[in-house]
Protein backbone atom coordinates (compact mmCIF):
# COMPACT_ATOMS: atom_id res chain seq x y z
CA UNK A 1 0.00 0.00 0.00
CA UNK A 2 1.48 3.53 -0.51
CA UNK A 3 1.30 6.66 1.44
CA UNK A 4 -0.76 9.37 0.51
CA UNK A 5 1.19 12.24 -0.24
CA UNK A 6 0.85 15.69 -2.61
CA UNK A 7 0.65 13.56 -5.61
CA UNK A 8 -1.87 11.49 -4.65
CA UNK A 9 -3.75 14.97 -3.15
CA UNK A 10 -3.07 16.69 -6.54
CA UNK A 11 -4.42 13.78 -8.92
CA UNK A 12 -7.76 13.32 -6.67
CA UNK A 13 -8.51 16.55 -7.01
CA UNK A 14 -8.43 16.41 -10.29
CA UNK A 15 -10.51 13.86 -11.01
CA UNK A 16 -12.89 15.20 -8.64
CA UNK A 17 -12.82 18.24 -10.69
CA UNK A 18 -13.28 15.96 -13.52
CA UNK A 19 -16.11 14.23 -12.61
CA UNK A 20 -17.83 17.41 -11.59
CA UNK A 21 -17.29 18.99 -14.87
CA UNK A 22 -18.93 15.93 -16.21
CA UNK A 23 -22.31 16.72 -15.32
CA UNK A 24 -22.74 19.99 -17.06
CA UNK A 25 -20.39 19.96 -20.16
CA UNK A 26 -21.32 16.77 -21.17
CA UNK A 27 -24.32 15.24 -22.79
CA UNK A 28 -24.07 11.38 -22.04
CA UNK A 29 -25.73 10.54 -17.93
CA UNK A 30 -23.19 10.57 -14.89
CA UNK A 31 -23.38 6.45 -14.37
CA UNK A 32 -21.98 6.25 -18.59
CA UNK A 33 -19.37 9.29 -18.41
CA UNK A 34 -18.34 7.39 -15.06
CA UNK A 35 -17.54 4.23 -16.91
CA UNK A 36 -16.44 5.40 -19.63
CA UNK A 37 -13.23 7.51 -17.82
CA UNK A 38 -12.70 4.72 -15.54
CA UNK A 39 -12.45 2.44 -18.30
CA UNK A 40 -10.51 4.53 -20.21
CA UNK A 41 -6.81 5.32 -21.67
CA UNK A 42 -6.60 8.51 -19.66
CA UNK A 43 -7.85 6.72 -16.26
CA UNK A 44 -5.10 4.08 -17.04
CA UNK A 45 -2.31 6.88 -17.41
CA UNK A 46 -3.49 8.70 -14.20
CA UNK A 47 -2.83 4.88 -12.42
CA UNK A 48 0.64 5.16 -13.73
CA UNK A 49 3.32 7.90 -12.38
CA UNK A 50 3.84 10.46 -14.65
CA UNK A 51 0.35 11.83 -15.40
CA UNK A 52 0.91 15.39 -13.42
CA UNK A 53 4.04 16.16 -15.90
CA UNK A 54 1.11 15.54 -19.29
CA UNK A 55 0.34 19.00 -20.61
CA UNK A 56 -3.59 18.51 -20.40
CA UNK A 57 -6.37 20.81 -19.26
CA UNK A 58 -9.77 19.12 -17.79
CA UNK A 59 -11.20 19.95 -21.25
CA UNK A 60 -9.25 18.19 -23.15
CA UNK A 61 -9.40 15.20 -20.99
CA UNK A 62 -13.01 15.68 -21.22
CA UNK A 63 -12.45 15.35 -25.04
CA UNK A 64 -9.69 12.57 -25.26
CA UNK A 65 -12.64 10.43 -23.48
CA UNK A 66 -14.87 11.58 -25.99
CA UNK A 67 -12.48 11.27 -29.02
CA UNK A 68 -11.99 7.65 -27.46
CA UNK A 69 -15.44 6.19 -26.82
CA UNK A 70 -17.32 8.94 -29.31
CA UNK A 71 -20.04 11.46 -27.99
CA UNK A 72 -23.16 10.36 -26.58
CA UNK A 73 -26.27 11.67 -25.15
CA UNK A 74 -27.33 8.46 -23.56
CA UNK A 75 -28.54 8.11 -20.42
CA UNK A 76 -30.75 11.72 -18.69
CA UNK A 77 -29.33 10.80 -15.26
CA UNK A 78 -27.39 13.12 -13.61
CA UNK A 79 -25.58 13.02 -10.44
CA UNK A 80 -24.95 16.07 -7.99
CA UNK A 81 -21.45 17.68 -8.03
CA UNK A 82 -20.70 16.92 -4.63
CA UNK A 83 -21.75 13.34 -5.27
CA UNK A 84 -19.47 13.75 -8.18
CA UNK A 85 -16.52 15.61 -6.51
CA UNK A 86 -16.55 12.68 -3.54
CA UNK A 87 -16.59 9.66 -6.24
CA UNK A 88 -14.01 11.09 -8.39
CA UNK A 89 -11.86 11.74 -4.85
CA UNK A 90 -12.61 8.59 -4.00
CA UNK A 91 -11.81 6.67 -6.47
CA UNK A 92 -8.57 7.97 -7.27
CA UNK A 93 -7.55 7.79 -3.82
CA UNK A 94 -8.48 4.32 -3.60
CA UNK A 95 -6.45 3.75 -6.80
CA UNK A 96 -3.63 5.17 -5.46
CA UNK A 97 -3.48 4.01 -2.17
CA UNK A 98 -3.79 0.68 -3.10
CA UNK A 99 -1.89 0.90 -6.07
CA UNK A 100 -4.63 -0.66 -7.94
CA UNK A 101 -5.76 0.10 -11.73
CA UNK A 102 -8.84 2.36 -12.26
CA UNK A 103 -10.36 -0.81 -14.00
CA UNK A 104 -9.69 -3.21 -10.89
CA UNK A 105 -11.13 -0.66 -8.63
CA UNK A 106 -14.74 0.26 -10.85
CA UNK A 107 -15.13 -3.77 -11.44
CA UNK A 108 -15.22 -4.04 -7.54
CA UNK A 109 -17.11 -0.66 -7.34
CA UNK A 110 -19.42 0.45 -9.36
CA UNK A 111 -20.61 4.12 -9.74
CA UNK A 112 -24.51 3.09 -8.45
CA UNK A 113 -23.22 1.56 -5.52
CA UNK A 114 -20.63 4.16 -4.50
CA UNK A 115 -23.24 6.73 -4.98
CA UNK A 116 -25.52 4.90 -2.55
CA UNK A 117 -22.98 5.03 -0.14
CA UNK A 118 -22.14 8.86 -0.49
CA UNK A 119 -24.79 10.22 2.52
CA UNK A 120 -23.40 7.60 5.52
CA UNK A 121 -19.35 7.35 3.97
CA UNK A 122 -18.70 11.08 2.43
CA UNK A 123 -17.69 12.55 5.73
CA UNK A 124 -15.32 9.90 6.75
CA UNK A 125 -11.51 10.39 6.02
CA UNK A 126 -10.85 8.54 2.07
CA UNK A 127 -9.04 5.45 3.77
CA UNK A 128 -12.27 4.97 6.28
CA UNK A 129 -14.70 4.88 3.50
CA UNK A 130 -12.65 2.18 1.42
CA UNK A 131 -12.07 0.15 4.32
CA UNK A 132 -15.57 0.13 5.11
CA UNK A 133 -16.62 -0.62 1.70
CA UNK A 134 -14.40 -3.58 1.00
CA UNK A 135 -15.58 -5.37 4.89
CA UNK A 136 -19.07 -4.87 3.86
CA UNK A 137 -18.04 -6.86 0.68
CA UNK A 138 -15.89 -9.31 2.81
CA UNK A 139 -12.95 -8.53 0.98
CA UNK A 140 -9.28 -7.67 2.43
CA UNK A 141 -6.41 -6.76 0.21
CA UNK A 142 -5.12 -9.86 -0.04
CA UNK A 143 -8.24 -11.33 -1.16
CA UNK A 144 -8.75 -8.60 -3.74
CA UNK A 145 -5.76 -10.41 -5.30
CA UNK A 146 -7.14 -13.89 -4.78
CA UNK A 147 -10.65 -12.89 -6.46
CA UNK A 148 -8.67 -11.88 -9.46
CA UNK A 149 -6.94 -15.12 -9.45
CA UNK A 150 -10.01 -16.76 -9.46
CA UNK A 151 -11.75 -14.64 -12.10
CA UNK A 152 -8.83 -15.22 -14.12
CA UNK A 153 -8.59 -19.06 -13.65
CA UNK A 154 -12.82 -19.19 -14.34
CA UNK A 155 -12.03 -17.15 -17.64
CA UNK A 156 -9.35 -19.67 -18.80
CA UNK A 157 -11.31 -22.82 -18.05
CA UNK A 158 -14.28 -21.39 -20.08
CA UNK A 159 -11.76 -20.63 -23.13
CA UNK A 160 -10.81 -24.79 -22.79
CA UNK A 161 -13.89 -25.89 -22.57
CA UNK A 162 -15.04 -24.02 -25.65
CA UNK A 163 -11.69 -25.27 -27.87
Known amino acids: ?21 SASK ?4 SPIFLRRFMLSKVAARMDQDGFLYESCTE ?4 QEIEEEFGATNYGKEKYGTEELYWMGYLYRYWCYT ?23 YHSLDPAQAIERILESKNI ?3 DMTKKGVEILRRIMSEKNRKN
Do not use: H, N, W
Open 98 to 120: YEKSSKQVYKLMKPKELRVLYYP
Open 1 to 21: MRAFDETGLKLCRMQAELFVL
Open 140 to 142: GEG
Open 26 to 29: LACS
Open 59 to 62: DGIL
